[in-house]
């Protein structure tokens, strides 16, 4: 573990779960089109870095015109993308690397975007807070996130429910991301409901 890094020991053990889970990910998250993916892709371009690539998922929405970077720290999981990446209409560089501690210069790509990564993020704070770092000043950051939800009752149910969810997948259920995303520095421009107030589509500015 590094020194001062308290979320090494977390990093390997959820690494490891999507190691595992890459087996069964593309089954279990089949729904058919992704319209919600699909938008937020098209609030992107230019020089884009996709955090928590996955399997590929996203790869058909990337945007016309645009060059794609796409991290992730599970091999297993990039693995799996490395198959798919004749689905990008265009160029897309796959590396492995842990979001909270990005080899990328500051200010490297014009757009940064996230689908369901920042719930399993193990310190979401810091992941978050080197998107604002690698996004140039003027970029736009995107996230499709689930979160825990402000109803007191559905609230109660996700924290007894997370652990489930930890252990099964590696994704938490419960994380309070939009206060995650202020602790990190980074400016709310617009946050919209996509299924209570559990999915939200939030477009931020370093
Ligand atoms: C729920 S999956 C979502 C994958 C993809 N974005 C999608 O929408 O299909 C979360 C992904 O985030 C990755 N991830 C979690 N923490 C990470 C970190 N610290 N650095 C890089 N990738 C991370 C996991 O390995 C996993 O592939």
């Known amino acids: 573990m590094k020194a001062n890094d308290k979320s090494s020991g977390q990093t390997e053990i959820i690494k490891k779960r999507y190691n595992r889970t890459s087996a069964f990910f593309d089954a279990m998250t089949y729904v058919g089109s992704n319209d919600t993916h699909r938008r937020a892709f098209s609030l992107?371009?230019?020089n884009i870095l996709e955090v928590g690539v996955g399997t590929g998922a996203n790869f058909p929405y990337y945007p016309a015109g645009s060059t794609v970077t796409g991290i992730d720290f599970s091999p297993?999981?990039?693995a799996r993308a490395r198959k798919k990446v004749s689905m990008s209409p265009v160029p897309v560089t796959l590396l492995e690397m842990d979001a909270e501690h990005m080899d990328f210069p500051d200010g490297t790509f014009d757009s940064v975007i996230a689908t369901c990564v920042f719930c399993s993020v193990p310190n979401p704070v810091?992941?978050?807070?080197?998107i604002g770092r690698v996004c140039k000043p003027e970029g736009k950051i995107v996230?499709?996130?689930h979160m825990r939800s402000a109803n007191p009752l559905v609230g109660w149910l996700m924290d007894r429910l997370n652990t489930v969810s930890l252990h099964l997948v590696g994704a938490n259920i419960n994380r309070r991301t939009m206060e995650n995303i202020t602790a990190a520095g980074l400016h709310i421009e617009s946050v919209e409901n996509?299924?209570?107030d559990i999915l939200k589509l939030i477009v931020a500015r370093p």
Do not use: D, I, N, P
Not at 126 to 130: D, K, P
């Open 44 to 46: 992107v371009s230019g």
């Open 76 to 78: 297993g999981m990039l």
């Open 126 to 130: 810091a992941g978050l807070r080197e």
């Open 143 to 145: 996230l499709v996130e």
């Open 194 to 196: 996509l299924f209570f």
